[in-house]
T-cell receptor, first 113, second 114 residues
Framework: GESVGLHLPTLSVQEGDNSIINCAYS??????FIWYKQESGKGPQFIID?????DKRQGQRVTVLLNKTVKHLSLQIAATQPGDSAVYFC????????????FGTGTKLQVIP | DTEVTQTPKHLVMGMTNKKSLKCEQH?????MYWYKQKAKKPPELMFV???????INESVPSRFSPECPNSSLLNLHLHALQPEDSALYLC?????????????FGPGTRLTVL
């Protein structure tokens, strides 16, 4: 079936460095993508989203890149801080099933002080 | 008010008990969702409500019974659960029910079934 997956289950980054979290998706009908951050014991927190008519979107310290040719999504975090330590999920929604969010398997980001 | 709230935060119940989880949002969102999340796994969709009507049931066992009394409130009634139902139960809401939109999550209820 269709799936959204991540290449790396755990990513360790030195404080102050940039982080890149990758995600591959297989449903070419997906037209909306979201990155969520989930800290231990909490619900997923919206970080940034991007629609399929865009290649790049920037927020505060975060950038999402979308490559529809290879069905790849990435989240870049600039100047990573200890508070960025969490599990990051990419998620996709397609216009055919607009309310059904399919989550990737998640990447755990560990920031080394 | 810009958040989704869930009560209780933690719940321990026996397999013969009946309990309910509650979710509330006052953002005027018209779609609400229940998810189940096991440890170290992504959330899995259970139910979707659009304009207070059940629109998606992801083949969830009948021991889970959702209810949407009004546009701000979503309940999940639990009865005769199994130990494998122990998980974090997440509620979410989104502004529109008729187009793709960001879903905003509550903090979850940590459920343990003994």
């Amino acid at each position: 079936g269709e799936s959204v997956g991540l290449h790396l289950p755990t990513l360790s980054v030195q404080e102050g460095d940039n982080s890149i979290i990758n995600c591959a998706y297989s449903n070419s009908a997906s037209d909306y993508f979201i990155w969520y951050k989930q800290e231990s014991g909490k619900g997923p927190q919206f970080i940034i989203d991007i629609r399929s008519n865009m290649d790049k979107r920037q927020g505060q310290r975060v950038t999402v890149l979308l490559n529809k040719t290879v069905k790849h999504l990435s989240l870049q975090i600039a100047a990573t801080q200890p508070g960025d330590s969490a599990v990051y999920f990419c998620a996709e929604i397609n216009s055919g099933g607009y309310q059904k969010v399919t989550f990737g398997t998640g990447t755990k980001l560990q920031v080394i002080p | 008010d810009t958040e989704v709230t869930q009560t209780p935060k933690h719940l321990v119940m026996g397999m013969t008990n009946k309990k309910s989880l509650k979710c509330e949002q006052h953002m005027g969102h018209r779609a609400m969702y229940w998810y189940k999340q096991k440890a170290k796994k992504p959330p899995e969709l259970m139910f979707v409500y659009s304009y207070e009507k059940l629109s998606i049931n992801e083949s969830v066992p009948s021991r889970f019974s959702p209810e949407c009394p009004n546009s701000s409130l979503l309940n999940l009634h639990l009865h005769a659960l199994q130990p494998e139902d122990s998980a974090l139960y997440l509620c979410a809401s989104s502004p529109r029910a008729d187009r793709t939109d960001t879903q905003y999550f509550g903090p979850g209820t940590r459920l343990t079934v003994l």
